[in-house]
């Protein structure tokens, strides 16, 4: 389950629509995948594009997200070893998109197509890997044999990101952020729920016994009510049985009556 710990939450609404998005309509040549654990850190596989040293090769990079996105530009990472000028050997981009020419306006569709032109058209005047940009200016086939052949090796086709996989997230991200509201309410009922049940029940009568002038203790005549599942109270079968007890005790009484009223009569 994703955490998204250091993102707030309309920072992660906004990501869950562009991850969607680009899962639905991918630009040329890029995939996107997403780590479940953090949706700060999004993947993504670049082919490389036709007529280019890096031709027939899969770049796996990342973007990390900061917790001001989009206020501040992600970082790009490369995780494939590529021969670039603007590429450093760490995967570090250097690009202008990324640093100062950053708009928040700005999403990572744009930030991933701007990442594959620099595969298209790299910038050796800005070099990160200064070995690359110098070989780029002085002798391009060297630069380009360079980086066919980092390509060949390092460059080999990923394992595919799962279909589906982002709508999943994205769908169990916002199922996260509804469920703590939905938490909320269920304390809330539990605790409205409880407080209802520490009333005293309308049915849960007492009746005084008087004998001598002298008040007795009163008894209840029904047991404590009990809670079903449903949550209603349900009454004890004590009711019933009392009514029926004091009725029978009625037609005794009565009968005892009748017996002195023909005894009466006899004499």
Sequence with gaps: MATNENLPPNVIKQLAKELKSLDESPPEGIKVGVNDDD???IY??????AGTPYENGVFRMKLLLSHDFPHSPPKGYFLTKIFHPN???NGEICVNTLKKDWNPSLGLRHVLIVVRC???EPFPESALNEQAGKMLLENYDEYARHARLYTGI???????FKSGAICESTTALNVDQSNTSVLNVDQKNAASGAAALSLPSPLAQSITATKGGNN???QSIFPTTETGVSGTALVGTAGPALKKEG????QADKKKMDARKK???RL
Excluded at 154 to 160: E, G, M, N, T
């Design 39 to 41: 949706f700060s850190i």
């Design 44 to 49: 993504a596989d670049i082919e490389g594009p």
């Design 87 to 89: 590429i450093a050997t």
């Design 118 to 120: 620099l595969l298209i």
């Design 154 to 160: 390092h460059a080999k086709p990923k394992p595919k």
């Design 216 to 218: 007795q203790d009163q």
């Design 247 to 250: 009725l029978t005790k009625v």
């Design 263 to 265: 005894s009466l009569k």
